[in-house]
């Protein structure tokens, strides 16, 4: 099972860490999809769950266990994965050096092109209902 070189810092590990041991699952893991989509080249979502599903690859980072699906390891080969936190938000971003930047402006001159970063916000994380 291919496994991606990725890189997460110590912030976003602290904050997956945090999810899992304050969920119901607290013997969990970290379950991140990351799908193409959204300007910056990533859409992304992420839950905590009790065991990985058919297909997922666990990955151990100092302990914390992240399912990864198939799609989501091919999209993070050679990404950072970073928490970043401000007074009004919080979320995961994902850094990717080999990606330039959207340049989704019509007007005028489009600025130089920067690698590809993406964000989740904390905000978002939902329980979902068990069936």
Not at 60 to 81: H, W, Y
Not at 98 to 126: F, N
Request: glycine letters at 10%; charged letters at 20%.
């Amino acid at each position: 099972m291919l496994q991606p070189q990725m890189t997460v810092t110590a912030a976003a590990e602290k904050f997956m860490a945090r999810m899992v041991r304050f969920s119901e699952h607290p013997t969990g893991g970290f379950r991140l999809t990351v799908s193409p989509g959204g300007c910056s080249g990533y859409s992304s979502e992420f839950t905590v769950e009790a065991a990985p599903r058919d297909g997922d690859a666990v990955v151990a980072v100092n302990g914390l266990r992240l399912f990864l699906p198939a799609e989501s390891r091919l999209m993070l080969d050679g990404v950072t994965v970073d928490f970043s936190e401000s007074p009004t938000q919080g979320g995961l971003t994902f850094f990717n050096p080999a990606q330039a930047a959207c340049g989704c402006s019509t007007s005028g001159d489009a600025a130089p092109a920067r690698p590809a970063e993406a964000s989740v916000l904390a905000g978002s994380i939902k329980r979902v209902a068990k069936v």
